[in-house]
């Protein structure tokens, strides 16, 4: 039996048990959880952050942005949350999962660059700042015998 639309319901763990037709969702641990909507039963996790799912509330439904394909079930259904409704989409090919699998990875590897590009540059910006705060409270003479390693 395909559900066509799920109930949400804010938790702090995900339960053990599913109930069919509810989107659990745990902002503490950026994890939402459900029933797969065709009925299989399969559990389907969906992560939440910048390069997995987003999660929009606008106060009464929920959103799950991009679409949840559960190419790993035998069933490899395929499906938009939005606004607490189900929208199916499409079946996708061997090639599309492939492609799509890539470009996820790939959308991952750049962000990671990214947030790690950052991070040295803030680490660098700190040991820059911190020596030349450090240099500040030197005097002259002892910053010269630094300089020329004396």
Not at 103 to 121: H, N, P, R, T, W
Request: include cysteine.
């Amino acid at each position: 039996m395909k559900i066509k639309s799920l109930q949400h319901s804010f938790v702090k763990f995900i339960p053990k048990t599913l109930d069919e037709g509810v989107l659990y969702v745990s902002i503490e641990y950026c994890t939402a959880a459900h029933n797969c909507v065709c009925g299989c039963g399969n559990r389907v996790v969906t992560p939440i952050s910048p390069t997995d799912w987003r999660l929009l509330f606008d106060g009464e439904t929920v959103s799950l942005s991009p679409s949840i394909g559960n190419w790993g079930f035998e069933c490899q259904s395929h499906y938009w949350i939005k606004q607490s409704k189900i929208e199916w989409a499409g079946k996708w090919k061997k090639e599309q999962i492939n492609a799509g699998r890539n470009k996820d990875f790939q959308d991952k590897k750049e962000y990671f660059k990214q947030k790690d590009a950052e991070i040295l540059g803030q680490e660098i910006e700190s040991k820059v700042e911190s020596t030349i705060k450090s240099n500040q409270k030197k005097g002259f003479w002892e910053r010269l015998l630094n300089k020329l390693g004396l």
